[in-house]
């Protein structure tokens, strides 16, 4: 038998009885491992009527393809298997495989609620919190009340503290940044501060230059030669490496990773040291 061809793009629709942003994470995961094939993305948010199900149908068979759909009224979910069955589409219930293995686990069955991740819970307002601390610490403000932070993260200019700050908040984490720069001492709570765990962030000289001259490129001031002279920043790179010895800080290059990466990295050692200190505690 003839091998077929690989589309060069499909339709994928996402449809959820909430926002569709965790379809949406879901098929994020999926569709990267096909970078070759171009996703065409149809959001179908908010799906919680028969007539407002018949509507997506009719957008389906207009646009046939791939169909993820995370809906917690059964006999809807229902028939949009039959309607895609009819079709010859494949039509996924992203969340059931994972119910079903919690059921069989628990021994009890599910009780279902509707955007139930987004329900305003303490962790909601955990990571609102999380979210304004990280805005009133990031690069080096109100640097006295560092000891408050779950996570520190320091490393000189353009080393993604900002964005990756703002990533761990968004999951709950309390996070500082500071920038390091040679000339200037750092300030006396990020020595003294034992709550939060510290981490340096670095990355080549080659990368960080990049970046940077990317930045001041429309600026017609010469002052700034300093700023993506590669010798000076190889200079900068070695002081991160030395005070993060020092201390006994970790350090992350985020030279070729995302900000997904480095936080994963980063929660996974704030994790680690949480469980040291509550076995040592215990």
Partial sequence: MQKKAPKKSFHLHLVSDASGETLTMIAKAATVQYSLIRAIHHVHPLVRTRNQLNDVVEKIQANPGIVLYTIVNAELGRELQNQCKQM???????????????????????????????????????????????????????????????????????????????????????????????????????????????????????????????????????????????????????????LCHRHHWPIIDVSRRSIEETAADIIRRYQDRQAARATQEG
């Avoid at 962030?201 to 017609?220: D, G, K, P, Q, Y």
């Fill in 88 to 242: 010859g589409l494949p039509c996924i219930a992203v969340l059931e495989p994972i119910l079903n293995a919690f059921g069989q686990y628990l021994g009890a069955d599910s009780t279902p609620v509707v955007a139930g991740q987004h329900v305003l819970d303490a962790d909601y307002f955990r990571r609102v919190d999380a979210m304004q601390f990280s805005m009133m610490h990031d690069d080096g403000q109100n640097t006295e009340t560092l000891d408050e932070a779950d996570i520190v993260l320091i490393g000189i200019s353009r080393t993604s503290k900002t964005p990756t700050s703002i990533y761990l908040a968004n999951r709950g984490y309390k996070t500082a940044n500071v920038s390091l720069v040679p000339d200037l001492p750092i300030p006396e709570t990020l020595k003294t501060a034992e709550r939060p765990l510290i981490v340096g962030l670095t990355a080549t000289a080659e990368r960080i230059a990049e970046i940077r001259h990317n930045r001041v490129m429309s600026f017609n001031d010469r002052r700034l030669q300093d700023y993506v002279d590669m010798d000076r920043i190889k200079e900068e790179i070695a002081y991160t490496r030395r």
